[in-house]
C-alpha cells in the first residue's frame, strides 16, 4: 500500500512516501532558523512557513519515491498534539488530498508515531515485538508507556511541567548557547574533561513514581550560574552535569518501569533520543537488567513524516480510518 504521510504539528514541514514499514522518501523542511532570532518556536512563524512549503514538500516526497499523485492508496497526517495553526495546515492538506483522490484518510497521533519510527524498516535492524516499554522524549513530552499493540496504550509516567527537551532548551538559554538546545548542550558536555561535575538535583518524585519533573534543575542551574562569568570551561561543566542528572533520572525511572511490568524491552522516540550520552547510559543500564533497547535510525528521531506513514498504514490495517471532521487537537493525549 503506497501511503502518503504529513507532520505539520511544530516547526518541520514533513512528507514521506511508505510502503508497508519501508520509506519510499522522506522530506523535512525545517523553519528552525527563522525561530532561532526568538529563542523558541513562535508559532505563527511555523503555521506560515508550513503554508508555503507543503505543496512543495509533498511533491518533492512524491519525486523522491518514483511515484505520481494517481498512486496514493491512503493519506495520513499527524493530528495531535502540537501548535494548533500548523496542525491544522498539514491536516488541512491531507483531508484536501483525500478528498480529492477518493482515497482513505487517517489522523496519526504525533506521540505514538515518535515510538514507532522504530518499526521503520532498515536492513539490519530487527523491528520490537510487542508487549514494550515505550519512552516518548521530545520538546514536548516525556513520557513512559506500556504499549501492547498499535493501538493499546497504557500511560505509566509523565512529566509534571517541563518536557526533557525543553529543559535543554531553557539551559540553553541560561548558558547562552542559542536554540535548540539539545544538539549544542550535547556537544559542550562532550568537551568536559573530568573534573568534579556539579550535583544538580535529581527529581525522583518518590520512591515508587514514574513521574518526571525537569523544571527544579533549570532554576538550580540559573541559581548555580548567578554572579559567575560564563566560562566555556563552566559551560562545559554544567552541560555536562546537566545532562548526567537528567539522564539518570530518565534512565531509574525507564528500568522501573520494565521490571514493575515485567517487559524486557525498551522503545524511545523523539528528538532527545539523537543524544548519544543518553543512548550509552540506557544501553548500559538495559544491559546491566536483560533488557533490549530500541533507538530508531537518527534521521527518525526528530520530526519527519515516516513515521506518520507506517503508523497510518499499521492502524489502517487494523481496521481505523478517520472522518474529514477530524479537527486539529493540539492538546490531545495519547489515543489512537
Ligand atoms: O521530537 P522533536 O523533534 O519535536 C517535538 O516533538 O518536540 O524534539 C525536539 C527537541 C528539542 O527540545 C531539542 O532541543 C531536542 O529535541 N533535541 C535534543 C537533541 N537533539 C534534539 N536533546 C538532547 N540531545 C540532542 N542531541
Ligand atoms: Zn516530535
Redesign the pocket.
Known sequence: MVVLGIET??DETASAVTDKRRVLSSVVSSSIDLHKAYGGVVPEIASRYHVEYISDVFRTALKKAKKSVSDIDLVAATYGPGLCGSLLTGLTFAKSLSYALEKPFIGVN?IVA?LFANFIYEEDRHPPKFPFIGLVI???HTSLYLCKDFDDFKILGRTQDDAV??A??KVAKILNLGY????V??KIASGFKGEKPVKFPRAYLGKDSLDFSFSGIKTAVLYYVKGKTLTPGLVSEIAYSFQEAVFDVICRKTIMACQNNNISQVVIG???A??KTLAAKLNEAAKNNGISLFIPPIQYC??NAAMVGILGEELYEKGYSSEMELTAEPNVEVCV
Open positions: 504539528s511544530c504525533h515518535h521530545s520538546g514536548g527537551g525543553e535543554f532548551d535548540p538546545g539539545g544538539p548542550i550535547e523523539g528528538g532527545v539523537c543524544n526528530l520530526d
